[in-house]
């Protein structure tokens, strides 16, 4: 919910990326692709890390069913530790593209309808949650079109007048107080502004109630159900919010742009970006989104807001056409100390993800520069043009 609001590094062994670039599943062959791909990743990675706010990263490609990872930096800064690709980062709002999944997955197994009203899964009464008879639908909610208020509870002074660095304990101390009974009795406090699906207004808060709605459908807590119905059949074994013991001494530690070590993302966040995972499990994921012979995954890539051709939202991902016409699908996502980005091109079978562990309010500018700077070494010229 609220964590999500927020908004020189040396370069470990970097002239080695294209060698040390961690390969998985084929074997190198000498002139083969990942020459290439590791020359690209080696440049567009060489200028994120050479800002001197970048700490480390972790790049992972899947291209025609072969998937790379390369890492870089360090997962704390001055500890001279090399991430890897097991190394975990804070996903964000990339946690809502899985929330979505679960939402096509729900409307699959003929557990939901994708425009339900919102309020046939909320207990008491909410004739708050429409506007002149238009309700609140369920897919409203995670592509950000329901006009729910973007975070819940919903504190914008603070974000005007307090010290960015102060900022994350005022809000992590909020935030530790706040109950799921807290989070309804806001929910009935709520106006719309206007018909829900008629314009985009991006919402934690909405994922965050997806998430709970979820939850009352299939009778367990989000990350159970994450773990039921993606990360176990993906063997998405990194993929969770709570961490043992051993993963939490692979979790990278986050950064503010001056430097200093931030604070984690809190439990609270859920549906709405509260998910950690490896770059290794996200190439599963990309793998995963890859294929679009599942129905589940062609739901959840379907648009439900605005023209693709410029710009368009399915279950959370954002979309467009590429010149070639080819889709570009995304999400991009930041807590306090952490960045990630991540996109698909289906027609072309490839798959980028970024993962970062210093936030600001240019890294995922960044990230996005860089995935660019990537497709274009590897698409058809034709999309080149952007």
Not at 235 to 246: C, D, F, S, V
Request: hydrophobic residues 35%; proline residues 4%; positive net charge.
């Amino acid at each position: 919910m609220i964590l999500q609001r927020c908004l020189t590094i040396v370069l470990i062994l970097v002239a080695l990326v294209e060698a040390l670039g961690q390969q998985t599943g084929a074997s190198r062959k000498a002139g083969e692709k990942l020459t290439g791909i590791g020359e690209i990743v080696n440049k567009s990675a060489h200028k994120f890390m050479s800002d001197r706010r970048s700490v480390g990263l972790s790049v992972g490609i899947i291209k025609d069913g072969r998937s790379w990872t390369f890492n870089f930096g360090e997962v704390e800064k001055g500890g001279k530790k090399s991430p890897t690709e097991h190394t975990i980062y804070e996903l964000a709002s990339i946690t809502k593209t899985f929330t979505g999944v679960l939402l096509a997955q729900a409307s699959a197994e003929g557990k939901v309808k994708l425009d339900d009203d919102v309020r046939k899964y909320l207990d008491g009464s909410y004739p708050n949650l429409e506007f002149e008879g238009k309700p609140i639908k369920l897919f409203h909610l995670i592509n950000h079109t329901s006009r729910l208020p973007p975070n819940l509870p919903d504190h914008p002074e603070l974000f005007r007048n307090s010290d960015p660095y102060e900022l994350p304990k005022i809000l992590t101390a909020i935030e530790s107080k706040y109950s799921r009974e807290d989070f309804y009795a806001d929910l009935h406090k709520v106006k719309l502004d206007k018909e829900p699906g008629t314009d985009f207004k991006y919402s934690n808060s909405a994922a965050q109630l997806l998430g709970y709605i979820l939850e009352k459908i299939y009778g367990m807590r989000y990350e159970q159900i994450v773990w039921t119905k993606i990360a176990k059949p993906l063997g998405m074994i990194e993929t969770k919010i709570t961490l043992t013991a051993p993963e939490t001494k692979r979790l990278a530690k986050g950064h503010y742009d001056n430097g200093t070590v931030a604070l984690y993302g809190t439990p609270q966040t859920q549906a709405a970006g509260g998910l950690r995972s490896s770059v290794s499990d996200m190439l599963k994921y990309m793998r995963y989104h890859l294929n679009e012979n599942n129905k589940i995954i062609r739901l959840s890539h379907q648009t439900t807001w605005g023209d693709i051709k410029y710009y368009a939202s399915g279950l959370n991902w954002q979309m467009k056409l590429t010149p070639a016409g080819n889709r570009k699908i995304w999400q991009s996502g930041g807590t306090f100390g952490f960045s990630s980005y991540c996109v698909i091109v289906p027609e072309l079978r490839l798959g980028i993800v970024l993962l970062s562990n210093e936030s600001d309010q240019e890294t995922q500018g960044r990230l996005n520069s860089m995935a660019e700077e990537i497709l274009a070494g590897v698409r058809p010229q034709a999309d080149n043009a952007n």
